[in-house]
């Protein structure tokens, strides 16, 4: 009985005793007890990721907990990186999660399905059999459906989010199904390890990675499946948002790792390149999206989809280049890949949960109602504004240190490759980089225009700081977003052989202080920027002092046009902000505008009132969800003749179908 | 652009040659300035009437730019402002605010007769009174109204050039 084994065995006690405890005990005492016991397995479950990833692998087979299959168990470094991931989340949001019982979250229903969910994400990565995983998968979705709902006898749009994110969730799990299935019909076997061995023609392989990929992406938010996870994740409540979009959504990602490149040992190079391609997709299309959006929740969701596909493009890159021979290299990018998977999660939790706190605060999550929460909620602003830097990914942030790796191995395959890498890199270069660039205009729109200037609204005027459990675990998230910002060096070469492991390559990152790249002369070194940045801010800071001190200080009226006081209604709002950034964008966005003006009676000529309303639809949704939607609904309604009421019409229906299926079977045979 | 650059070399020099200097007394801050002015314009109830002129004054044929005046959109960023109209009641705070926006050394610049001594709106019930009642004044240009010359002679003895 290894480290890894113990306390992944522990974890899972925990949160099953979490599950009991939040259904046991009373309402007074509930939040914390589950809280305090779902950290602990949070804790439990990071320590077993560390040991797998370090090189305790540990596998077992249970053949009586399952019917027919039996529940198999195994961590490897792979499974390992994001168990721990998940482990962390769950430690912060488990906390942060004492304190946010607001509106009936402190109910049995929601305390006791908040640790399953946990459980349920910590099996996903250490199933080692296909009927095991799905069993997670699914648990792990009927637990977050659960969870989603959780506030829709408050507000409608939980319930339609719930809707969307149920039929979603399960038609990627059907795929899922499918894919799996074929896979295990193949190979003979349901343990992954006989799959790994089985040979598989390459038309099953690839019909196989088609269907499990179509079920992995919508589970990772990527376009054009990404439609529930903007409704979802808000609707949510907030340490569950963080739960999902910093560790569910992760867990699409690793299913993609896992069957393509590990099950599957790679395939051919189309494959990568339409991962690549979805990645890249779903990073503009995301984030342009977030750039848009005046829902502070919503923002953050789509910002998941964006960050996603930033993932998918470091894992499409590391599989076209181990297919096109270039191991190296693969590996280079499948670190960057997993590195941001790290940092989004560190990061996305961080700002999921000060959203939390501002929605606990104010009770709106409309950037164009907050602002001015700098001097009401001090903490939450210093720490939503860390974990804004960290998600514009500019230095000293720490998903400047990913998106820098996965740009260097973007970059440096150009040489090697021939006509197929001198189309792909640069496009998908030119994506991470128009990204980056609108990360950073939509989180100085986050920041700027929810946390400073005066309030817009009622509730922002009487926002409080959150309690120190809710502070406790922003804390938590944030310090492991400056930790992977100051000192990735510490966790790189342990993710350097976790990707080299699954690729079959070296190591291709070394370094204590400095990385260095295996390969590539390039080096970055974050602690050395961090410090650079500091000793600038700080000599800027003190000659601005000196050479200020020379001249006769006066103090002045802050500007006003000599009109004043300046009102709140004078602020960019996030809609007026973002406006330049929609007309940008206007052939991707299309935003619509409709502009009402209502006559006095007396006169056509005199205005009394006019109403404007701009909305940003989701294109994506409008022209291939709805139609869909819109045949579902009329078959329904065309399906309700045939229900008229009468029982005669129905049994003679029973009978008929039953004497149908009897000559089909008799034909058949 | 070839059209543009055409047009250019057709049309030639349209401002009028530079008028002698004339010699007066400069404010003491606009020694200062060391020939460079930059000017915010305040309308505090004018008629419209001196804008035409000012706007004349900046323009092609009297380009009072030549001479190192500048118009700018914003008091933080102006040396001296050019204040027009009798100062009427809805004006006048906004006027004292705009005089305590602009960094020192300043100088006010009273165009019109208006903004001089009130002209004919002198006593009207809207009418707070002339510029130099609320804010001190440096210069004042006569004419009701003063004519694009006047106009850049004054700034000429602004700027020094």
């Known amino acids: ?669 | 652009m070839v059209s543009l650059w055409q047009k250019i070399r057709k049309t030639g020099r349209v401002a009028e040659p530079p008028p002698p200097r004339e010699d007066g007394a400069a404010p003491a801050a606009a020694a200062e300035l060391a020939g460079s002015v930059q000017i915010r314009h305040v309308d505090a109830g004018s008629c419209n009437g001196c804008e035409l002129e000012i706007a004349s004054a900046f323009g092609p044929v009297y380009d009072a730019e030549r001479y190192g005046a500048r118009l700018v959109a914003s008091p933080r960023h102006a040396d001296a402002l050019l204040v027009t109209g009798p100062v009427t009641r809805n004006m006048e705070v906004a006027l004292r605010r705009t005089y305590e926006a602009v960094p020192q050394p300043r100088l006010v610049i009273a165009l019109g007769d208006c903004a001089r001594n009130c002209g004919v709106f002198a006593g009207a019930y809207g009418v707070a009174g002339a510029v130099g009642d609320v804010v001190p004044v440096d210069v004042e240009v006569p004419g009701c109204p003063p004519e694009p010359e006047a106009i850049v002679s004054a700034l000429r003895g602004l700027t020094g050039r």
């Not at chain 1, 299309?285 to 964006?306: C, F, M």
């Not at chain 1, 230095?395 to 400047?400: H, I, L, R, V």
């Not at chain 1, 977003?481 to 492991?501: D, F, I, K, R, V």
């Open chain 1, 1 to 669: 009985m290894n480290l890894t084994q113990t306390s992944f065995a522990l974890a899972l006690a925990l949160c099953l005793a979490a599950a009991l405890a939040a259904l046991a005990l009373p309402r007074r005492t509930r939040p914390a007890v589950a809280g305090a016991l779902t950290a602990a397995a949070g804790a439990c479950a990071v320590v077993s990721g560390a040991a797998a990833v370090a090189g305790q692998g540990w596998s077992a087979w249970y053949p009586e907990l399952l019917p027919l299959l039996g529940v198999r168990l195994a961590l490897d470094p792979l499974g390992g990186v994001f168990l721990a991931v998940t482990g962390a989340v769950a430690v912060c949001a488990a906390i942060y999660g004492i304190g946010y019982t607001r509106h009936g979250l402190a109910g049995r229903g929601v305390q006791a399905a908040l640790p399953l969910f946990v459980a349920a994400m910590l099996l996903v990565p250490a199933a080692a059999g296909v009927g095991t995983f799905l069993v997670a998968w699914e648990l792990m979705a009927i637990t977050s459906l659960l969870l989603v709902v959780a506030e829709h006898h408050r507000r409608a749009a939980a319930g339609e989010a719930g809707q969307w994110y149920a039929v979603m969730t399960h038609l990627g799990f059907a795929a899922i199904l499918a894919g799996l299935a074929a896979l295990a019909a193949h190979a003979g076997g349901d343990a992954f390890e006989q799959i790994r061995q089985a040979a598989i023609s390459p038309v099953a392989a690839s019909l196989i990675f088609l269907a499990t990929g179509a079920g992995f992406a919508s589970k990772a938010g990527i376009v054009p499946l990404h439609v529930w996870l903007p409704r979802a994740h808000p609707e949510a409540p907030s340490q569950v948002s963080a739960l999902m979009s910093a560790a569910m959504v992760n867990m699409g990602v690793y299913g993609i790792l896992r069957v393509g490149l590990d099950l599957l040992g790679g395939g051919p190079a189309w494959w990568w390149l339409l991962v690549l391609g979805a990645g890249a997709a779903s990073a503009v299309y995301g984030i342009l999206h977030a750039a848009v959006s005046a829902d502070l929740k919503r923002l953050l969701g789509h910002s998941t989809t964006e960050n996603m596909g930033l993932v998918l493009i470091g894992v499409g890159a590391a599989g076209f280049f181990a297919a096109s021979g270039s191991r190296a290299l693969a590996a280079l990018a499948l670190v960057a890949a997993l590195l941001h998977v790290i940092n989004h999660s560190a990061f996305k939790t961080l700002l999921f949960l000060a959203a939390g706190s501002v929605l606990h605060a104010t009770g709106t999550r409309d950037l164009d109602a907050l602002g001015g929460l700098r001097e009401r909620m001090p903490y939450t602003t210093a720490l939503f504004a860390l974990g804004a830097l960290a998600a514009s990914a500019l230095p000293p942030g720490n998903g400047f240190v990913s998106e820098w790796l996965l740009l260097q191995s973007l970059v440096n395959a150009l040489p090697e490759g021939g006509v197929r890498h001198a189309v792909t890199m640069p496009l998908a270069v030119g994506a991470i980089a128009l990204t980056a660039g609108v990360a950073i205009a939509t989180f100085v729109k986050a920041f700027g225009v929810g946390f400073l200037a005066k309030p817009r609204g009622e509730g922002a005027a009487t926002a409080h700081e959150s309690p120190p459990s809710m502070l406790a675990g922003m804390l938590l998230a944030a310090a492991a977003c400056a930790g992977l910002a100051l000192a990735p060096t510490l966790l790189l070469p342990y993710l350097a052989e976790t990707a080299g492991g699954v690729i079959g390559a070296p190591a291709a990152v070394t370094g204590e202080v400095t990385l260095r790249l295996g390969g590539i002369a390039s080096t970055i070194s974050p602690l050395l920027i961090a410090c650079w940045l500091a000793a600038a801010l700080v000599l800027v800071l003190a000659l601005l002092r000196v050479f200020a001190a020379r001249r006769a200080r006066r103090e002045a009226r802050l500007w006003d046009c000599g009109a004043g006081p300046m009102t709140a209604r004078m602020e960019y709002t996030a809609t007026s902000f973002a406006e330049p950034l929609g007309r940008v964008f206007d052939n991707v966005l299309r935003p619509e505008s409709d502009i009402d003006v209502i006559p006095a009676k007396e006169s056509a000529y005199i205005v009394e009132r006019v109403r404007y309303r701009a909305r940003v639809a989701d294109r994506i949704e409008r022209r291939a969800y709805e139609p869909v939607l819109a045949a579902f609904a009329a078959a329904g309604r065309a399906a309700t003749r045939l229900a008229n009421g009468s029982v005669h019409r129905y049994l003679a229906y029973g009978f008929y179908t039953l004497t149908g299926t009897l000559i089909l079977l008799a034909v058949i045979a």
